[in-house]
């Protein structure tokens, strides 16, 4: 069933809606279903998550009998960022994701972000999906606040993702989506995967296989689901390594995406097209694996190329 969340007027009788589709069992609700909402498309030019949208509810709808819980999709929180790949809201300049809880006496964007957290409210479990941005690709991982670890870590494990990151608490911002609604006792789990502008169908169909299977283990889902791989967990700071370019130029990927580096082993070099010169080899800084890597090649000194996660956390994963 496909219901307008929220609604208002644009100039030349134009509506911005934001939609959902509630899909319940076949025999209708007794009030005692589990429920879990699927949340995308906060930012518009993070597309990953359409086709998760897609892949989920197909698989539901092929096998509809075996679902025995509520399941909310949400796959355009900002559907004039995603009509026009914008990464904000198009025409206010704003981060969504920096509006939430919102205010229904607000103004528009604000309004709207309320409308959305009173629709969710009431999830068992949210799932807030995100890609990257169009400059960085990463690998599929959920992102936790450390307020929030206990609660969310054992249902992160179940997401068949490859990477849980446990963030500081000094590095979350209150005005996001997921801190709304983890504060507000629904468990929100922030999910990071692909690169901006994409979609990654091998990253989609992993995440979905995780969320059939945290379905089942709500008891949202009888179906047979795949068991999800082990999850590589980071609660330290300093197990995470920062790569920033030190000169401008273009750059050129040689090292491949979630492998396991020695320090020192080049991941690619910034050149310069003019003078037909290397002006700087990006080499890995550790012993540990690429789990974040440039995808646009034009970079300003300073310019976030990659991270690295040291291989101490992960050595159980890469067999090493």
């Known amino acids: 069933m496909i219901k307008t969340v ?62 025995t819980g509520i399941v909310d999709v949400y796959p355009a929180m900002n559907p004039l960022g995603i009509d026009s790949i914008t990464r904000g809201i198009p025409a206010f300049d704003l981060d969504m994701n920096r509006l939430f809880p919102g205010n229904s006496e607000g103004d528009m964007t604000e309004y709207l972000a309320s409308k959305i957290i009173s629709d969710v409210l009431g999830s068992d479990v949210c799932i807030d999906i995100h890609a990257s941005n169009i400059y960085l690709t990463e690998i599929p991982q959920i992102r936790i606040n450390e307020l929030h670890q206990e609660k969310l870590v054992p249902l992160a494990e179940q997401l068949n993702l490859d990477f849980i990151w446990v963030h500081g608490a000094s590095t979350v911002l209150e005005e996001t989506f997921a801190y709304s609604l983890n504060s507000r006792d629904v468990p929100t789990l922030v999910v990071e995967m692909g690169v901006g502008m994409r979609t990654t169908k091998e990253y989609c169909i992993q995440m979905v296989d995780g969320i059939m299977n945290l379905m089942k283990q709500m008891g949202i889902w009888s179906g047979e689901v795949k068991a999800p791989r082990k999850s590589i967990i980071s609660v330290d700071p300093d197990d995470v390594v920062y790569l920033n370019a030190g000169s401008s130029g273009v750059f050129i990927q040689e090292a491949k995406h979630w492998t396991v580096l020695k ?35 034009v970079v300003d000194e300073g310019s976030l190329m990659g991270r690295m996660l040291k291989l101490d956390v992960c050595k159980e994963a890469f067999d090493v």
């Open 6 to 67: 929220a609604s208002v007027d644009l100039p030349v009788d134009e509506v911005l809606e934001i939609k959902k589709n509630r899909i319940i069992p076949v025999n209708g609700l007794t009030g005692k279903e589990k429920r879990i909402s699927v949340v995308t498309g906060i930012h518009g030019d993070e597309l990953e998550g359409q086709y998760v949208c897609y892949e989920l509810l197909r698989r539901i709808k092929n096998e509809p009998e075996k679902l």
């Open 263 to 297: 320090k020192g082993e080049i991941i690619g070099k910034i050149v310069n097209p003019l003078a037909g010169e290397v002006v700087e080899e990006v080499v890995a800084p550790i012993d540990g694996v690429l789990f974040t890597i440039r995808e646009y090649p």
